[in-house]
């Protein structure tokens, strides 16, 4: 059973920062590539940016010039940073871990985390 639990979002005013983070638990052999998503009502589930074990990082366009994304691979844990926030980063912010749990078999599993809520009021 593997769990990631989300933390830090909030209510913000535009141009203010929010630092999010995100903790996997559980029968874990390794974590591949750990990222945040976020869904808006009435939108797609977008990716915000994703990081490999290496520190290789993605961003989408939207988010490359405000946002980092970090990881610390002891804690199985990422981080978003979010600055100069606007009302339209508004969202549910989800983790995702794509991982193995078991070093015999060579299968990867994308998890989720429950998600957590940024608000960003103009």
């Known amino acids: 059973q593997v769990q990631l639990v989300e933390s830090g979002g909030g209510l913000v005013q535009a141009g203010g920062s929010l630092r999010l983070s995100c903790t996997a638990s559980?029968?874990?052999?390794?974590?591949?590539?750990m990222g945040w998503y976020r869904q808006a009502p009435g939108n797609q589930r977008e990716l915000v940016a994703s990081i490999t074990s290496g520190g290789s990082t993605t961003y989408a366009v939207s988010a490359k010039a405000r946002f980092t994304i970090s990881r610390d691979n002891t804690k199985n844990t990422v981080y978003l940073q979010m600055n100069s926030l606007k009302p339209e980063d508004t969202a549910v912010y989800y983790c995702?871990?794509?991982?193995?749990?078991?070093?015999?078999?060579?299968?990867?599993?994308?998890?989720w985390g429950q998600g957590t809520q940024v608000t960003v009021s103009s």
């Open positions: 559980g029968s874990i052999f390794s974590i591949y590539v």
């Open positions: 995702t871990a794509e991982l193995s749990t078991n070093p015999a078999l060579p299968l990867r599993y994308n998890y």
